[in-house]
């Protein structure tokens, strides 16, 4: 089970980091919530124990898996959740402030004045 | 008042202050002053705090009426408090500035009191989860108020901004899962005790992703390559909000996480932390002076001033770590008034300009001079006859590149018709007046920073 999730965190990790270094934004966000539930998962390794669920009335002597995590994670993807949604928001902004995305390299229209100062 | 009740007091203003005006247009100047003054409320209750706690010691309470090592532990001791004080003071200010000068968007105070509500939490907090949730409020907060602004370079820096510090929160998650996966626990105590029981490989690991996320945060050395980009094209206020009071998540998570929980660690990176930070000052200086605008100028020195506070963290021990909560302080009072009078025009500036200007470089009288002199005393102490070298050739580089940038700015553009409104030169000229009476009467912040190194372990004599 380790083995299982230490492979998907690095799949969602390097796949995530793939997609951060393209050039087009809403990829670049793909990026960023696939890093970001990576870590996500890693919170999920990072409890993991072996026994019954942990729900009261509990039996003596039988172990529980820790619940901590859960509750942990949870508050995780909802922080993730939200932040994803930001980013868009701030993406589809520069995407109508900029008419063009800066991804296409064939952009038809010329850039405005305030790029070309101080860049 | 109860203890329990006090602890929460600053908070509960904070997120209040914050969810009554979500609904409300904050370009109406009356909803700008009610959370000017929402904001001034929790800087009363932090001051009220902090006055208990000086007479009798930190304050703890655990949410939830659970029993300890159960619930989630919050406590106001010195540290927090310090650095609480300054970022809530720098958000007051801030926001005070930019409801004078005409508030354009209609979220910006509902924001800063939801940064105010992180902060505070951040401050407050003795588990390390509540510790990221409350960064993270934080964090949020400042991704929508970097793109404050009408130009598309705005929402660009925004952008730029926000992809580096979601990557800097997700290497802290790790790091903060890491920590409960070595220790088993969340609380802090606990964490700083049983952590001296894991095994030091792994350790050593969870303490460079915590080092790698708030060095980020910083803007330290080698993850740098944002800072200027985004102070840069963000809004003046913005820019000082994000580098004098966000940033103040970083030197305190240094401390917190580094010289509290950590310190085994700490003490053996000492050396390579020391190098960092004395690259951050010489780079930052030497890039400050070949930068051409002045919040470029601004950005590269703020990556040499973050320099000081690690190299003093590194030095580590009372001294070191009281130089570096001192340093921290100053350096975030200093970056409010540059940041501020960047985006301002008329003669009362310039004269801000160079009162800070000599806070930067450490020249008496000013509250920069004891920062630096605080750092000299430690390298001293340490026996690091570098360190006083550096200390010396960085003071003398920020001395050439704050008069360039003076130079530049009131200068050589001199005779610009467009003054900016009256109240707003005279806040900033105020804030920089404090910091120059802070260089006179220095006792009661370097008290206070003393009694905030002092509760770490690495500290106390």
Avoid: C
Avoid at chain 2, 98 to 127: I, S
Avoid at chain 2, 275 to 304: D, H, M, N, P
Avoid at chain 2, 322 to 332: C, F, K, P, Q, S
Avoid at chain 2, 417 to 432: C, F, M, N, W
């Amino acid at each position: 089970m380790i083995l299982a999730l230490a492979l998907a965190v690095a799949v969602l990790f390097g796949a995530g980091a793939y997609l951060l270094v393209k050039r087009d934004l809403v990829r670049v966000v793909g990026g960023i919530i696939l890093i970001s539930n990576a870590a996500n998962l890693f919170i999920i390794s990072a409890g993991l124990t072996r026994g019954r669920e942990p729900i009261y009335p509990l039996e003596p002597g039988v172990r529980v898996s820790d619940p901590l995590v859960q509750a942990l994670v949870l508050t995780a993807i909802v922080i993730t959740f939200g932040t994803a949604a930001v980013v868009l928001g701030l993406v589809y902004q520069v995407y109508r402030g900029t008419t063009a995305e800066p991804v296409e390299p064939e952009q038809e229209n010329p850039p405005l004045n305030h790029e070309t100062e101080g860049q | 008042m109860s203890d329990g009740a006090l602890l929460l007091l600053p908070l509960a203003i904070a997120w209040f202050a914050a969810l009554l005006l979500s609904p409300l247009d904050g370009r109406r100047r009356w909803v700008g002053w009610v959370a000017v003054s929402a904001l001034g409320a929790g800087l009363a209750a932090w001051i009220w705090l902090a006055v208990r706690v000086w007479r009798s010691g930190p304050i703890e309470m655990i949410a939830g009426n659970w029993g300890p090592g159960i619930g989630i532990r919050l406590r106001a001791d010195e540290l927090g408090i310090a650095f609480a004080l300054i970022s809530i003071l720098v958000l007051l200010a801030a926001l005070a500035y930019e409801v004078l000068g005409g508030v354009h968007e209609r979220a910006l105070p509902e924001l800063v009191l939801f940064m105010a509500t992180g902060l505070t939490g951040v401050f407050l907090t003795a588990d390390i989860f509540n510790f990221y949730v409350f960064f993270e409020i934080a964090m949020i907060s400042s991704f929508v108020l970097a793109s404050y602004g009408t130009e598309a370079r705005h929402y660009r820096a925004a952008l730029t901004f926000t992809l580096v510090n979601v990557l800097g929160s997700v290497v802290f998650l790790s790091g903060i899962a890491s920590l409960y996966h070595l220790t088993g626990t969340l609380d802090m105590d606990a964490v700083a005790i049983r952590v001296a029981d894991a095994p030091s490989g792994s350790v050593m690991l969870t303490a460079v992703l915590i080092f790698v996320a708030f060095g980020l945060k910083l803007g330290l050395f080698p993850f740098h390559a944002w800072v200027p980009l985004v102070y840069r094209d963000t809004w003046p206020a913005v820019a000082a909000i994000l580098s004098a009071a966000l940033a103040n998540i970083g030197s305190y998570g240094l401390l917190r996480f580094g010289a509290g929980l950590l310190p085994r660690e700490l003490d053996l990176t000492a050396g390579g932390i020391i190098l960092l930070g004395s690259l951050s000052i010489i780079y930052g200086a030497i890039q400050a002076i070949g930068a051409r605008t002045g919040s470029e100028v601004i950005a590269w020195s703020s990556i040499g001033q973050v320099g000081y506070i690690l190299v003093a963290i590194g030095i580590g021990g009372q001294i070191g770590l009281e130089a570096a909560v001192l340093y921290a302080l100053i350096n975030a009072l200093n970056k409010l008034v540059l940041f501020l009078a960047i985006g301002l025009r008329g003669w009362l500036v310039g004269a801000s300009v160079a009162l800070v200007a000599f806070s930067v470089a450490g020249v008496p009288p000013s509250a920069g001079f004891f920062g630096k002199l605080d750092i000299f005393r430690a390298s001293v102490a340490d026996g690091r006859n570098a360190l006083i070298v550096l200390v010396i050739v960085g003071g003398a580089l920020s001395l050439v590149y704050m008069f360039q940038f003076y130079q530049h700015r009131f200068w050589m553009n001199g005779g610009d018709e467009d003054v900016s409104p009256l109240s707003s030169r005279l806040l900033v000229l105020g804030l920089a007046v404090a910091i120059v009476a802070i260089g006179f009467w220095p006792e009661p912040l370097l008290a206070l920073s003393a009694r905030a190194a002092a509760v770490l372990p690495g500290g106390g004599v």
